[in-house]
């Protein structure tokens, strides 16, 4: 007869598998270029996580018929609340000493959102919105996990109960465990069913965002609460289910990448491993997994596994701005030893003191007390930094409005068109705006409230420049590259009489084409675009008093196809010549203005303080920086308008961040306000006269 085993039974290979999970996760990090799925190790965790507060849970309902809420929810805060929220405070002192201002708004923003514990709901909103994607990751970017598992431990042991009282059958003094357990096994079954079911469809529609969804990881938790609640039976086939599993997490880690489709059905793939090392029980022999999983080193790094968590990551983003230069080999492993360093005193001096202490323990309350405190101290400490940031940004554009108001020589793109007399190109004074300050422009309203998000399919109704009795209309669209001549255009528009409409949209170039990302998993993004273009397709052909229409785009960063039933011979070039030949019929001035050079890739504003007093080190061969454009080799098959101003970002060999000192790009991609204005004379003289007042 099958005997369960001991209640209180420490299972060592448990351990174990926490530091496998770990590092996967760290190795990933570290490395990964060498182990691109690693990220299950998250997923193993979760697995872990809901398997042993169900065993906890599942005893306390049979032994006494109730949860004690309180007493749940307060262990759960001394165990992973003082490291945790120290490690957020001593980070975030890390990002104000060593890194660049232009990361202290995400930071702030992120640490409170992790003190708060819903720091992967953030991460799901920026994962969608367009401008938070080209920022760099925050300190607290992997509190994302570590925020899934809270929700879930505040919602678990009310769904248990749920589960076990709606049969009315948790009071039963005979068979009241078979009755807990069958009550739970078929409601945690439904559970993870719609859980993955949910999963499966969110991440087809959107990965990013499911990656970080609750909803899409309860199944998860859950299939380790099903391993707790249906008792283990040791059987002859134990060793190779173990084998097994640990054969699908190794094997997810080696196999998947950043590009595969996950969560989702894959996912099953490394939480069905986990399940299956919980459920070949107790180590064996040396012939079963579970015994080498045991071996001490593993059980050791298991121990520490928390806080290696925590620390890794902060380490990993804050060295680089400390050495100054991104990590090779050498300052990789330094991380790995600091990490295990630091985890071994966090565990030792902070997570055990304060978790079977009696400073948390004396009474009750104490645990709440503390967690209360100290979420309010990160949350108002944010709250603190993001004011001064916002005065501090005023006042930063106060002084460049008085700066681009002087007449100096050699300023922003003077000094190439003057680089013999203006030398360096870059320029050798003070910045007419700080990169803190340019960092931030994505957040303003030009960029806010003129630019169609990755949802909408509408324009925004955004108009500037002169907006009463005004001389000409004129309209903007295309993608987020061209939001960025906004400033520009908002210029030309109050000196020559034009009121402007934007009609851009974040990643959705003006075209009759479909555009593809490879970064987009779904088609729901591209569809939207198609909608969208059709839109601004109609408004343009049905209002009359629109004379010019300018297009730009960051057209280097898709690829294109035909849409269904609209065949193109080459999409890339002729969805935007078939589009500029319609508005041209129609009556439309068009101006396709050439794309910007490419940068390095890394936030110019952070490249010019990583390297300050060698702004060239941020600079591009102009060979590299300019692909071919076909948005200009549609125009000039129609025969539309082509502007370009890449001689006012590159000489002859380099195409420079920062020219007379002004900060060119505002983040990789982007035309900075301040270079986006000083650009205005040179776009009016490559214009038509019927659009300028003389």
Same mark, same amino acid.
């Given at each position: 007869?099958?005997?369960?085993?001991?209640r209180?039974?420490?299972?060592?290979?448990?351990q174990?598998?926490?530091?496998?999970?770990?590092?996967?996760?760290v190795a990933?990090?570290?490395?990964?270029?060498?182990?691109?799925?690693?990220?299950v190790g998250?997923?193993?965790?979760?697995?872990?996580?809901?398997?042993?507060?169900?065993?906890?849970?599942?005893?306390?309902?049979?032994?006494?018929?109730?949860?004690?809420l309180?007493?749940f929810?307060?262990?759960?805060?001394?165990r992973?609340?003082?490291?945790g929220?120290?490690?957020?405070?001593l980070?975030?002192?890390?990002?104000?000493?060593?890194?660049?201002?232009?990361?202290w708004?995400?930071?702030g923003?992120q640490?409170?959102a992790s003190?708060? %514990?819903?720091?992967?709901?953030?991460?799901?909103g920026?994962?969608?919105d %367009?401008l938070?994607q080209?920022?760099?990751?925050?300190?607290?970017?992997?509190?994302?996990?570590?925020?899934v598992e #809270?929700?879930?431990?505040?919602f678990?042991?009310l769904?248990?109960?749920?589960l076990v009282?709606v049969p009315? $059958?948790?009071?039963?003094?005979?068979?009241s465990?078979?009755?807990?357990r069958?009550?739970?096994s078929?409601?945690l079954?439904l559970?993870?069913v719609?859980?993955?079911?949910?999963s499966?469809?969110a991440?087809g529609?959107?990965?990013?965002?499911? %990656?970080?969804?609750t909803?899409?990881?309860?199944?998860e938790?859950?299939?380790?609460?099903l391993?707790?609640?249906?008792l283990?039976?040791?059987?002859?086939?134990? $060793?190779?289910?173990g084998?097994?599993?640990l054969?699908a997490?190794?094997?997810?880690?080696?196999l998947?990448?950043?590009a595969?489709?996950f969560?989702?059905w894959?996912?099953?793939?490394?939480?069905?491993?986990t399940?299956a090392l919980?459920?070949?029980?107790?180590?064996?022999?040396?012939?079963t997994?579970?015994w080498?999983l045991?071996?001490r080193p593993?059980t050791?790094l298991?121990?520490?596994?928390?806080?290696?968590?925590?620390?890794?990551?902060?380490?990993?983003v804050?060295?680089?701005w400390w050495v100054?230069?991104d990590?090779?080999?050498?300052?990789?492993?330094l991380?790995l030893?600091? =990490?295990?360093?630091?985890a071994?005193l966090?565990?030792t001096?902070? #997570?055990n003191?304060?978790?079977?202490?009696?400073?948390?323990?004396?009474?009750?309350w104490r645990?709440?007390?503390f967690?209360a405190?100290?979420?309010a101290?990160?949350?108002?400490?944010?709250?603190a930094?993001q004011?001064e940031?916002?005065?501090r940004e005023?006042r930063?554009?106060?002084?460049?409005?008085?700066?681009?108001a002087?007449?100096?020589?050699c300023?922003?793109?003077?000094a190439?068109a003057?680089?013999?007399?203006?030398?360096?190109?870059?320029?050798?004074?003070?910045?007419? =705006?700080?990169?803190?300050?340019?960092a931030?422009?994505?957040r303003?309203?030009?960029?806010q #409230?003129?630019?169609?998000?990755?949802?909408g399919?509408?324009?925004?109704?955004?108009r500037v420049?002169?907006?009463t009795?005004a001389?000409?209309?004129?309209?903007?669209?295309?993608?987020?590259?061209g =939001?960025?001549?906004?400033?520009?255009?908002?210029?030309?528009?109050e000196?020559?009489?034009?009121e402007v409409l934007v009609?851009?949209?974040?990643?959705?170039?003006?075209?009759?084409?479909?555009?593809y990302?490879?970064t #987009?998993?779904?088609?729901?993004?591209?569809?939207?675009?198609?909608r969208?273009?059709?839109?601004?397709?109609?408004?343009?052909?049905?209002?009359?008093?629109?004379?010019?229409?300018?297009?730009?785009?960051?057209?280097?960063?898709?690829?294109?196809?035909?849409?269904?039933?609209?065949?193109?011979?080459?999409p890339a070039?002729?969805?935007?010549?078939?589009?500029?030949?319609?508005?041209?019929?129609?009556?439309?001035r068009v101006?396709?203005?050439r794309?910007?050079?490419?940068?390095?890739?890394e936030l110019v504003?952070d490249?010019?303080?990583?390297?300050?007093?060698?702004?060239?080190?941020c600079?591009?061969?102009?060979a590299?920086?300019l692909?071919?454009?076909?948005?200009?080799?549609?125009a000039?098959r129609v025969?539309?308008?082509v502007?370009d101003?890449?001689?006012?970002?590159c000489?002859?060999?380099?195409?420079?961040?920062?020219v007379?000192?002004?900060i060119a %790009?505002?983040?990789?991609t982007h035309?900075?306000?301040?270079?986006?204005?000083l650009l205005?004379?040179?776009l009016a003289?490559q214009?038509?006269p019927?659009l300028?007042?003389?």
């Open positions: 007869m099958h005997r369960p085993p001991a209180d039974a420490f299972r060592p290979e448990l174990g598998l926490r530091a496998v999970a770990v590092a996967l996760v990933f990090h570290l490395w990964p270029d060498q182990l691109r799925g690693g990220y998250v997923d193993v965790f979760f697995v872990v996580s809901g398997f042993l507060i169900t065993s906890h849970l599942v005893r306390e309902l049979v032994d006494t018929g109730r949860l004690d309180p007493r929810w307060g262990r759960r805060i001394r992973l609340l003082p490291a929220l120290l490690v957020l405070a980070s975030a002192v890390g990002v104000l000493l060593l890194a660049p201002a232009s990361a708004h995400a930071t923003r640490v409170a003190a708060l %514990y819903v720091q992967n709901w953030v991460l799901a920026d994962a969608v %367009y938070a080209d920022q760099p990751p925050t300190v607290a970017q992997h509190y994302w996990s570590l925020s #809270e929700q879930l431990y505040a678990w042991p769904l248990l109960l749920l009282t009315a $059958r948790l009071r039963r003094a005979s068979g465990e078979q009755a807990v069958r009550a739970l078929l409601g079954v559970v993870c719609a859980s993955l079911a949910w499966v469809h991440t529609q959107e990965q990013a965002t499911a %990656y970080f969804s909803l899409t990881r309860v199944w938790f859950g299939a380790g609460a391993a707790a609640v249906v283990p039976r040791r059987t002859s086939a134990s $060793r190779v289910v084998w097994a599993g054969l997490v190794a094997g997810s880690a080696a998947l990448t950043e595969s489709a969560p989702g894959v996912a099953l793939v490394p939480v069905l491993g399940v919980l459920r070949a029980g107790a180590p064996g022999g040396r012939s997994a579970g080498w045991a071996r593993l050791f298991g121990d520490l596994s928390y806080s290696v968590y925590l620390v890794h990551w902060p380490l990993l804050l060295l680089p100054g230069h990590l090779g080999t050498p300052e990789r492993l991380v030893v600091l =990490t295990v360093a630091l071994w966090s565990t001096f902070v #997570e003191p304060l978790r079977q202490g009696r400073v948390l323990t004396a009474a009750r645990p709440y007390a967690a405190t100290g979420m101290a990160l949350v108002l400490a944010n709250v930094l004011g940031l916002d005065r005023a930063a554009a106060d002084q460049t409005a008085a700066r681009l002087a007449a100096l020589p300023r922003g793109p003077d190439l003057n680089a013999e007399r203006c030398r360096p190109v870059a320029g050798d004074g003070p910045l007419v =705006t700080p990169p803190d300050v340019v931030a422009q994505g303003q309203w030009l960029v #409230e003129c630019q169609q998000g990755a949802e399919v509408a324009p925004t109704g955004c420049g002169r907006l009795g001389r000409l209309r004129v309209a903007v669209v295309g993608d987020s590259h =939001t960025h001549w906004v400033p520009l255009l908002k210029a030309l528009g000196q020559q009489g034009w009609m851009t949209k974040s990643a959705c170039p003006a075209t009759d084409a479909s555009r990302v490879a #987009e998993t779904s088609a729901e993004r591209r569809l939207r675009c198609d969208f273009n059709d839109a601004v397709d109609r408004v343009l052909l049905a209002d009359r008093s629109v004379t010019d229409v300018f297009v730009s785009g960051m057209f280097s960063a898709y690829t294109w196809s035909a849409r269904p039933g609209a065949p193109l011979d080459d070039v002729d969805g935007f010549a078939r589009r500029f030949a319609r508005w041209s019929a129609a009556g439309k101006h396709v203005i794309d910007i050079p490419l940068t390095r890739g504003p490249c010019l303080v990583r390297h300050r007093g060698r702004p060239e080190a600079a591009v061969p102009r590299q920086a692909p071919a454009d076909p948005a200009v080799a549609a000039r025969g539309v308008d502007v101003l890449s001689d006012q970002f000489d002859a060999r380099l195409c420079y961040a920062q007379g000192d002004v %790009y505002r983040d990789r035309v900075s306000f301040e270079y986006s204005r205005a004379p040179y003289r214009l038509d019927p300028l007042q003389r």
